[in-house]
């Protein structure tokens, strides 16, 4: 749940970006699916989104 924590604290910290991404992106509805549903975990999306914004990183 600490990922879960950031994620939220990132989404209204910068509620523009979260919107965009989040809410207005399609895929961001399934993907919030996905972790409600168990098929994703909250540290793999902050994965993906940690390599997407800073490069190199995770290898």
Do not use: D, N, S, T
């Not at 939220?8 to 961001?28: L, Q």
């Not at 993906?48 to 914004?53: E, G, I, N, P, V």
């Amino acid at each position: 749940m600490a990922w879960a924590q950031k994620l939220a604290g990132a989404f209204y910290h910068f509620p523009g970006i979260g919107y965009k991404v989040g809410v207005k992106r399609p895929c961001g509805a399934q993907i919030m699916g996905k972790i409600l549903c168990g098929e994703l975990q909250y540290g793999e999306i902050a994965g993906r989104a940690l390599k997407r914004l800073i490069p190199g990183f995770g290898g």
